[in-house]
């Protein structure tokens, strides 16, 4: 008989009743690769990996639910449909009927994504979870040339570019941004929704390369369908959650001038001042937003009530309970991060020249509390405003300045963002060569490896943690002198190297006294005999010689104990050992780099 | 007449559109441009006067040649001969055009204001690639058929200054045809202008003229057609209704559709109220897309130095395997200005996507916990004390590898047995050699009688066995000894002669002990703890390897049980009447008394090359050629309790300790493992063992390490002999 013999009109089990191969789904499905593959991307099925793959190694499976799945989704139909209709318009203009096939291609079936959105997140943490790929995605295609070649169209484009600035406006109204991180590759943004880290990639506002032909657009474009319908509800979601209305209806000018997330942020503001002011006037939203209004903002409806039958007397005019209100919102709503961020840029009033990256910034400062304004039409105050803090500039040399304000490059407002403090300006002038920009998604201590400049970070941050009033003139000296703290930290350091050498002499001389303790007891057990004293002498001797291998003695034990592991527990401590030894290899790569560019400074100097 | 009315009609109208025509034609801009200006010209000359007009010598120029193409081509068009009279001056520059059509090139050299106005076009290559005398040094070629030179290029600083400190550089245009920079005039930038506005070039010419009907309706005697107005111009079509019915028929069976208004995109809360939204989907768990990776120190713009690796380093990638190579290499930007663009930012993306859908996602468990913690709790090593630490005592004298010790049972001497052929005995705790033999054959094996009282040395050399009596005792014991080696001289011959015995029991003369002459090499001897039967291994022995031989009797009997592979070494139980054979895959347990076949370990090890038993009688350890040590509890199963992998090379010989709990092992690698190896007496507790101590100090000779160990007696002590010719012995 045969290994896997199935005896007729037994069922199969197992491996092979729960997956198919791809082409079996196909086939199952009656649909075409493209789609098969499209309905896939859509419904975000994805192939699995059996235990046991019945049909070879070679093969994708999908789980049979998964297609069953797919077979029942109304879009498939839809799609059918669409194919049938795409014949009909053939057939009009291989039959010149131009009039016809015109008149078909405006009816084409359409279909929305809104009830696959819900299913696939059925919560809202969900969507957020998985927003990160979607909003990467996003604002790519915001930045990317419309195309025809590839069927990117101009609307599409333009609703990737407002899609991504309705949720940069949220993320700055609300101020949860929390990291920003310059690469090469883009700008890497990382905010913190309802619990749930965020991460997204912006390219750098250039010309974008476009591949030539390794990337598929189909693909690509039937991804971002998704990726718009679940932004959009996400950012539907989001707005009302602080009471604005969605879709914003921005200010023609400020949009024609391509300041939409300004526009976007101004119209934020007016419409949650309004809200504020009149909440009562179902005029502007209509009764869905006064059922929307949701607990976003009023976080205890309940709580909310009490408050209004202790506040009755003056309850009178809505001013007053909304101010009660806003301020139960603001102190149960932000947690110390918000306030943290929305502190940062508090007194801060910037300017940006014409060479910086706008967009970025115009986000980035709001988001952390600061007043910005831009060299430009449409800006809310002209550069020589008096009482601009910091200018951003991005240029070799500053022709004009002003005394009152500091000019300063992008990069200091992105360190100052992730250290969280006002990083002293001086390294970041115009014309300098700034210090490191390092990445705040990295755990230095959990890499081995801490760059100069994180520590001289660190120390500014316990600086000005400490000073909870600043006096004038010491703490200020110390926040900018970040070279002497960086002498101190290295005069630490070696300390407690010197404490650590100290301390491996005492154990050395301790050992050294106990054998020479065991080795006159053993003496006096065997002083009889002549012999035996010459071997312990040259038995001293060895000792000596073998004293230095600690590393041995250490290396020793530690065989010893992988001797009693299992060997699952062995095979797997074996990997982890090697996983170690490569970042400590990385680890020691960077120091050694480190170190031969000190010894050539030194030896320059 | 009507026909006459039309042409006139055409005409008007046609006026404009033959204006138009040179922007249809695939001329250069400039020549249209001149074009334009000449016949601004001609009607500036006879209707308008204008005040900005400059250059006087030019319009005289241009008068001329106008003249001259009027002659050239009169009644080209009978059309506008009609109305030459009427509108001179749009005829005239009509007339004008059709020239510039058929000679194109002439309007470059109307327009200089050289003497050479005459020579229509200075250029004469026609409509030709002016890349084709790219690389000449001429442009061209005149009317003679000289070749025109290429005026000198300035150079662009040059030409920058020139065009910096000239304010009506702007007007300037080169002319690549002719090679010639040509100025526009104020006329014909105001032409240029209008033309952008896209208006007609003239200035006073309206395209919307009121029509002005020359025919005088009014004035005719008889209309045109004399017949009634028919019938069907006052009845509505039927026709007509018959199709508005069919349609509106079709509209209420619905078999018309009509376009129904584009529907905007809804917006409402999708996600409603989070709290109501329990509903589970009813589909697979959801396996969430890994998220990327986060970028490091090294991906920024601006890294810190000591992430940008040398010229070397990078060009040492190239050396690697692909998989291997660094798919980023940082680099640092001063500025942020200055970061290019990123090459590959949609073909990263696009990888996301396929990774999205196309590869298979599986919960895997990561495990995320420091490697220290998969360590096994092991009891202080300080607790287990006392064990062999470090060597205390070499014994030297051997001149070969010594292949085996053993140690006498009051743990007084050291018998060694070695490959030079010579049989040792030490003393313990001196290191002193009280005796030598002289056996002439490399020693396998040497093993004491157990019993205190019978100091008798059994040596395995070659295919022979000796029983050597070793001299200690007092003289009782002596007497006794020399009885039992010596009575069985006489009788061996006697046996012999019935029948062939396996082995042949000799007196030994030289050595005083008795010879067992086997029939194949010996390779252990091992005793009974009772000190008269002793067996010996001859894994070539087939049937008869394993032996057994009682020494009171001098009798030798093989054991009456199958052998299942080659024998590697047979041990007594310590206690009882049981007997191990290890082969070289499994280890056989038999009962002597019985005999009986008890139970087989199982050792799962590729080739067994040691056996020991627990002083207790109930754990075995075996080790094995592949540096692995089998710890077997009987009581348990058949398949080892433990199995410890602590040598690298192969191990030569495990050893118990008789009192302590203590075993050790022995390899080629030149190291001996000391364990601590507790046996309780409570049968649920599980043997406990902890590795405690490697024991170095052995160098390697031809690939052997330390050949055997054991354990003294009755103090933790251990002796290893190496094939460096050397016996250690460790002490605590």
Known sequence: MVKHYRPPGKKKEGNAARYITRSQAVKHLQVTLPLFRRLCILKGVFPREPKKKVKGNHHTYYHVKDVAFLQHEPLLEIFRDKRAYEKKIKKAESKKNPDLANRLRTRIPTYTLDRIIRERYPKFVDALRDLDDCLTMVHLFAALPALEREKLEVDRIHNCRRLSHEWQAYISRVHKLRKVFISVKGIYYQAEVEGQKVTWLTPHALQQVLPEDDVDFNVMLTFLEVYETLLTFANYHLYHSINVKYPPILDPRLEALASDLYALSRYIDANSRTSVVDPQAPTMSGSEQVETQNKGTQPDESDLRLAQLQYQLPLNEPGALMRLAEDVAGEDEEDEDTRECKKLFKSLKFFLSREVPRESLLFVIPAFGGVVSWEGEGAPFKEADQSITHQIVDRPSQGHKFLSREYVQPQWVYDCVNARIILPTENYLVGRVPPPHLSPFVDNEAEGYVPEYAETIKRLQAATRNEVLPLPGVGKEDLEDPQKLLVEGVIDRAEANEAAERKRKMTLEQNRYLDELKMEVDGLQSSSTGPNNKQTSKEMEAREESEPDIQRIAQDHANMSKVVMSRNKRKLYEAMEIGKKRKQANVNLLKERKKKMEAGQKFES | ?732
């Not at chain 2, 018959?242 to 809360?269: H, N, Q, S, T």
């Not at chain 2, 200690?472 to 006794?480: A, H, L, P, R, S």
């Not at chain 2, 290890?582 to 056989?588: A, H, Q």
């Not at chain 2, 251990?718 to 250690?728: E, H």
Request: glycine fraction near 6%; include cysteine.
């Open chain 2, 1 to 732: 007449m009507k026909n006459k009315e039309e042409n006139k009609r055409m005409r008007n109208a046609s006026n404009p559109q033959s204006e138009e025509e040179p922007l249809i034609n695939e001329k250069p801009p400039l020549a249209l441009l001149q074009k334009q200006h000449q016949r601004q010209l001609a009607s500036a000359s006879d209707s308008e006067s204008d005040s900005d007009y400059e250059d006087f010598s030019e319009a005289g120029d241009s008068g001329q040649s106008l003249s001259e193409s009027e002659a050239s081509e009169s009644g080209s068009s009978g059309d506008e001969g009609i109305a030459n009279s009427d509108d001179n001056g749009l005829d005239d520059d009509h007339g004008q055009e059709d020239q510039s059509n058929s000679s194109e090139l002439q309007q470059g050299v109307e327009e200089s204001d050289s003497s050479e106005d005459e020579v229509a076009p200075r250029n004469t290559i026609g409509e030709v690639p002016l890349e084709w005398y790219k690389d000449e040094a001429h442009i061209g070629y005149d009317l003679a058929g000289k070749k025109i030179k290429k005026k000198e290029r300035q150079d662009k600083l040059d030409s920058f200054l020139a065009s910096a400190d000239d304010s009506k550089n702007w007007l300037k245009i080169y002319d690549e045809y002719n090679d010639e920079e040509v100025e526009v005039t104020r006329k014909e930038l105001r032409l240029v202008r209008r033309l952008l506005k896209g208006k007609a070039p003239h200035a006073d010419f309206d395209p919307y003229a009121p029509y002005v009907d020359w025919f005088k309706w009014d004035d005719a005697k008889h209309p045109l057609s004399n017949a009634p107005e028919p019938k069907r111009r006052f009845i509505p079509s039927k026709w007509e209704s018959k199709k508005v019915v069919k349609l509106v028929r079709a509209i209420r069976m619905g078999l018309i559709k009509f376009d129904k208004p584009k529907e905007e995109k809804r917006f409402y809360p999708l996600w409603g109220d989070d709290s109501s939204s329990t509903e589970k989907a009813n589909h697979l768990a959801y396996i969430p897309a890994p998220k990327p990776k986060l970028p490091g120190h090294e991906e920024s713009y601006n890294p810190s130095l000591e992430y940008i690796p040398t010229q070397e380093e990078i060009n040492s990638y190239q050396l690697m395997y692909d998989e291997d190579r660094p798919k980023f290499i940082p680099r640092r930007y001063m500025s942020l200005r200055s970061i290019p663009a990123y090459d590959n930012g949609v073909k990263d993306i696009f990888e996301r996507c396929l990774d999205l859908y196309l590869c298979p996602r599986v919960r895997k468990k990561r495990i995320n916990i420091d490697p220290e913690s998969l360590k096994p709790k092991l009891p202080s090593r300080k607790d287990l004390k006392p064990y062999p630490i470090t060597c205390y005592l070499e014994y030297k004298g051997h001149q070969d590898a010594v292949m085996s010790i053993s140690i006498e049972a009051s743990g007084q001497w050291v018998a060694s047995g070695s490959l030079d052929g010579t049989v040792r005995i030490w003393e313990v705790e001196t290191g002193r050699c009280l005796r030598v033999w002289e056996i002439g054959e490399a020693v396998k094996c040497v093993a004491w009688n157990p019993l205190h009282e019978l100091p008798i040395l059994a040596v395995s050399a070659g295919q022979d066995v000796l029983l050597l009596n070793t001299g200690f005792g007092d003289e009782e014991e002596q007497k006794k000894i020399k009885e039992i080696l010596h009575v069985e001289t006489s009788k061996t011959p006697d046996d012999s002669g019935n029948k062939v015995p396996i082995v042949s029991w000799l007196q030994d003369d030289k050595h005083e002990g008795i010879r067992l002459r086997h029939f194949k090499t010996v390779s252990s001897v091992e005793w009974h703890r009772k000190g008269d039967y002793l067996s010996t291994v001859m894994p070539a022995g087939e049937s008869r390897a394993v032996l057994i031989h009682q020494l009171s009797k001098k009798h030798t009997q093989r054991i009456p049980f199958k052998l299942h592979g080659l024998p590697v070494s047979a041990v007594f139980h310590p206690t009882r009447s049981i007997f191990f054979i290890s082969t070289k895959k499994n280890v056989r347990v038999y009962d002597l008394w019985q005999q009986k076949f008890i139970k087989k370990l199982e050792t799962g090890l590729r080739e067994v090359s040691s056996i020991a038993v627990h002083p207790g009688g109930d754990n075995v350890i075996v080790g094995s050629k592949e540096g692995k040590l089998c710890w077997f509890d009987m009581d348990l199963s058949s398949q080892p309790y433990r199995i410890l992998k602590c040598h690298p090379k192969d191990i030569t010989n495990v050893a118990f300790h008789r009192s302590y709990p203590l075993f050790a092992s022995c390899s080629d690698d030149c190291t001996a493992y000391v364990f601590h190896g507790m046996v309780y007496s409570d049968l649920n507790q599980n043997p406990l063992v902890v590795p405690l101590e490697i024991l170095r100090g052995h160098t390697s000779s031809n690939g052997r390490g330390v050949m055997d160990c054991k354990f003294h007696p009755r103090q933790p002590w251990l002796f290893t002999a190496g094939a460096d010719s050397v016996i250690k012995l460790y002490c605590h």
